[in-house]
């Protein structure tokens, strides 16, 4: 318990000299009894703190809150944005033609970057407000005595030693230490994982109790169910377990997903590949008597065509339109590179409760003394009907008109709506027998009783725990007739008991009884009527998306704070574990990360144990993916590549810490989010296959002419144009493809295997040095066969590269698709790319202020026949060599595109 003992911190008020001050070593305060409570304290019963000294301990232990995550300020998405070394280079070629005085040169430059940043910056904005809309924080408050008065106060006001009152719907505002309780219950699945509510007491626990284990407290951020208790705030803020909780989610430091890590890499790699180049050239040219100026330009238009200006632009375009998509089918992108983490997802680890279940208990069997029992539309049997006229009236639930409406406990809802189903109206049952006495649930007790008028009699409706209930009965009935229990009954009941409890199922017994006085023992002498099984049931959409998940070669983990049977029932039910799969309950101290190969479901899980586990799974290579609704969940959600938080139950810690959130809670969400991710990264594959073959096109016609000592066939601010207004469209049309039918039928990507492989590295070079030969080809024509001037040949070889580069679109179908139907001549956005790209470049000839600051010319139409008869050179030379290769070798590895 993360409480502040006066043992233990020197600014704690010395205590009174009747209490005297606990030495260290003494027992931690779930373990103390009532009596020594206070004084540990040091506050009094009933009366509470003076308001003095709560004033006094609110300086000294601050605001009872929990700092969450700082979000994202505007200034630093800003810097994200710029924190590229693509933008470094360009920003340093800007900066060289500004000092030559080349003011256009400069501006295009400063434009390409401005434009990069603002997509980027926006686009992140705008998913930031968007998560920022599910994060809003109500003001809470609650009940404390001070100075002998019971006063309202808003939580944040709580300081350790505070006694504070409560009762059933109230959600506990501290870590308290219960002086006081009837009936009292918590539901505490947010930070124990486990679904069914807690019996809570003010009696001590033993030391070395578990926190699902500790009856005697109440934890900050859980929710009283039933009952009422007062108890003294042990721990505020930061010092609660929910506290211990946030700082293990501050501990966590994920990693940059997969995608953010290979751009990374591969813009660092270009960059200083294009500086080897440039200086390279430079110092050639200097060596050789060429000026220092035409040089410099030289390799300023080197490092404009070797770096894809439209990389950065595509990159936050297809993702952003990735989250977009996403959030159509209900799942909201925080970050926007995580849709293509889930594609390269290699292991789901998933929390049972709100995720795999409904998080609504439902009664599933019925145990009579006849046999098993249902539920039948056509209504109870009379023993039906007799054990759930029990369950409907022994009952202090209330349901709502909706179908997830009610308040109290949840098995005791789960009673209700089990009665109505039956036809029992719960209302007319208790004008028929209204009720006149009740003995609340006590733990020492195990069971509840109400008592009603019937007749000239009174009856006495019980449920409890089977065995409490069994040991006060001395009949059974099977709804018309009574008859004394035997040794024989006794153990047929405590099978049944085993049988239902072996099936993950929670389970209550029903009883009743005849009496002439309701003062009368309620707990003897009771007609044992059978039991009721009942269980928080698996989501219906949830097997097909374990399918979906093994079809895809995903593996999925269940881990719960809750017990191994009932963890294991769900499993099943859900299709994420079979018959022979391991259960483990916790997490070994040691082992990690080896032996989780086995392991399909880890029950009795600490938050602490959640966050081992993901990162023993990323130690063994694995791509992690977390889902959760809990504040138990957060750390872990934080430390996974990416966490998956629930939008409609999860907490508000979960969502801060979680990188994707389902806004329906649907686990077959997630199966869309791993298709998305997949034809994400096939896109971004394909676009930066293409943009850097048309980018290395124009390094070699840049490179030959430097070498070779040739007049530049193609202008920096023609290279410009090119790389980010031709290049752009078709690029984004690729992004923009819908995938192969076979995309989640094909196992996950090796989470180290590059963007660009040797395929794809074989393939830029091979298409490059076509389009680079065509254009050599289309500038020697021009210049040797039609004669033309100087700038038309420079207008012929900047369209003859820009045209190659346009039908290079073509080469970036799959090896293995067929050559006139694939993926990208079904893709109609290509089409309009090229129509478009087609006008932006026959416009500007033909358009004198754009054709001035281009450097190009209207040409004739012998010109024209040169242009687009060579331009498609390029195109066939690589449709015959992949058509060759084709026939060699199959597709990729995993029958990837390639």
């Not at 980027?120 to 001070?146: D, K, M, N, Q």
């Not at 998306?545 to 995903?554: N, Q």
């Not at 050599?776 to 045209?803: E, M, R």
Request: glycine letters at 10%; proline letters at 6%.
């Amino acid at each position: 318990m993360l409480e502040r003992d006066p043992a233990e911190d020197p600014e704690w008020p010395s205590p009174p000299a009747a209490t005297g001050c606990p030495a260290a070593g003494t027992k931690p305060v779930h373990a103390l009894p009532v009596a020594e409570v206070p004084g540990r304290f040091e506050t009094a019963l009933p009366a509470g703190l003076t308001d003095a000294e709560a004033r006094r301990r609110r300086a000294r232990f601050g605001a009872n809150v929990i700092a969450t995550t700082e979000r994202a300020g505007r200034l630093s998405l800003l810097l994200h944005q710029l924190a590229s070394p693509v933008v470094y280079l360009l920003a340093a070629a800007g900066g060289l033609s500004l000092y030559f005085g080349d003011w256009q040169e400069a501006a295009a430059v400063i434009a390409v970057l401005a434009i990069n940043t603002g997509l980027g910056f926006f686009t992140e904005l705008r998913a930031v407000r968007s998560v920022e809309g599910l994060r809003s924080l109500g003001t809470r408050s609650a009940r404390v005595r001070r100075d002998g008065h019971i006063r309202v106060l808003p939580a944040e006001d709580l300081v350790p030693g505070d006694i504070v009152l409560i009762e059933g719907g109230d959600a506990v505002p501290a870590d308290i230490r219960l002086v006081e309780a009837s009936n009292l219950g918590a539901n505490e699945s947010t930070l124990t994982g486990e679904s069914v509510p807690v019996d809570k007491s003010a009696q001590p626990v033993a030391a070395e109790a578990r926190l699902a284990e500790r009856a005697s407290m109440l934890f900050r951020g859980t929710l009283v169910t039933r009952g009422s208790g007062a108890g003294v705030v042990v721990a505020t803020g930061a010092a609660t377990e929910l506290g211990a909780v946030s700082r293990l989610v501050a501990q966590a430091d994920p990693e940059g997903s997969p995608l953010e890590r290979r751009l990374g890499r591969l813009s660092g790699q270009m960059v200083w590949a294009v500086l080897g180049v440039a200086v390279l050239l430079a110092g050639l040219g200097i060596a050789t008597g060429k000026d220092l100026r035409l040089m410099t330009e030289a390799s300023i238009a080197l490092s404009v065509a070797a770096i894809p200006e439209g990389l950065p632009i595509v990159a936050t375009l297809v993702l952003a339109r990735g989250m977009w998509r996403m959030a159509r089918r209900n799942a909201l992108i925080e970050r926007l590179s995580a849709v293509e983490t889930l594609g390269a997802t290699t292991v789901i680890l998933t929390d049972k409760t709100g995720t795999l279940t409904e998080n609504r208990m439902t009664v599933r069997q019925l145990s009579l003394p006849s046999g098993q029992g249902d539920l039948a539309e056509r209504g109870p049997s009379i023993e039906a009907g007799r054990l759930l006229r029990v369950a409907v009236l022994c009952n202090d639930a209330a349901l709502g008109s909706g179908a997830g409406d009610g308040s109290g406990d949840p098995m005791e809802q789960a009673l209700l709506r089990a009665g109505r189903s039956a036809g029992l109206d719960r209302a007319a049952l208790g004008r028929d027998r209204p009720l006149v006495g009740k003995h609340a649930f006590e733990a020492a007790v195990r069971m509840m009783a109400t008592i009603h008028a019937a007749g000239p009699g009174f009856w006495v409706a019980v449920k409890g725990a089977p065995e409490a209930v069994l040991a006060a009965s001395r009949r059974t009935g099977d709804g018309a007739h009574d008859r004394l229990l035997d040794a024989g009954d006794r153990t047929l009941w405590r099978r049944r008991v085993e049988d239902l409890g072996a099936r993950g199922l929670r389970v209550i017994a029903c009883a009743d009884r005849t009496v002439a006085d309701p003062g009368c023992p309620p707990f003897e002498d009771l007609t044992f009527l059978g039991l009721v099984g009942l269980e928080d049931p698996a989501r219906e959409d949830v097997p097909a998306a374990m399918a979906a998940c093994r079809a895809a070669g995903i593996r999925a983990v269940m881990v719960t704070g809750d017990h191994a049977v009932t963890a294991r029932s769900i499993a099943l039910a859900v299709g994420l574990a079979g018959p022979g799969d391991r259960i483990a309950e916790g997490v070994p101290d040691a082992g990690l990360p080896d032996g989780l190969e086995d392991v399909a479901v880890f029950a009795r899980v600490s938050p602490a144990e959640k966050l081992a586990l993901v990162r023993a799974y990323q130690a063994k290579g694995e791509v992690v993916a977390m889902t959760g609704d809990g504040v138990n969940d957060a750390p872990a959600l934080r430390q996974a590549d990416i966490g998956v938080a629930m939008g409609r139950r999860g907490t508000d810690v979960a969502r801060e810490a979680a990188a994707m959130i389902l806004l329906d809670d649907a686990f077959p969400t997630i199966v869309g989010a791993i298709r998305e991710g997949r034809i994400i990264f096939d896109n971004i594959r394909r676009f930066v296959t293409y943009l850097l073959a048309c980018n290395l096109s124009e390094v070699m016609v840049v490179g030959l002419a430097v070498v070779s000592t040739l007049p530049l066939p193609i202008l920096p601010m023609q290279i410009l144009y090119l790389n980010v207004v031709t290049d752009v469209f078709p690029a984004f049309a690729l992004a923009l493809g819908e995938g192969r039918d076979d995309i989640l039928r094909r196992p996950p990507r090796d989470p180290k295997e590059p963007i660009l492989g040797r395929v794809q590295w074989t393939r830029i070079g091979l298409h490059a040095a076509a389009m680079t030969a065509a254009t050599f080809a289309a500038g020697a024509a021009a210049t040797f066969w039609l004669a033309f001037d100087p700038a038309s040949v420079v207008t012929v070889t900047f369209l003859t590269l820009a045209f190659a580069q346009l039908w290079q679109v073509f080469n970036m179908r799959a090896s293995s698709a067929p050559l006139l139907r694939n993926e990208v001549t079904r893709n109609p956005w290509v089409w309009a790319a090229l129509l478009l790209c087609t006008a932006l470049l026959v416009g500007p000839a033909y358009l004198p202020p754009v054709g001035r600051l281009l450097g190009l010319v209207p040409l004739d139409r012998n010109g024209w026949m040169l242009v687009l008869s060579v331009s498609l050179a390029p195109l066939l030379v690589v449709q015959l060599a992949t058509l060759a290769a084709g026939a060699r070798r199959p597709s990729g590895r995993n029958g990837r595109p390639t």
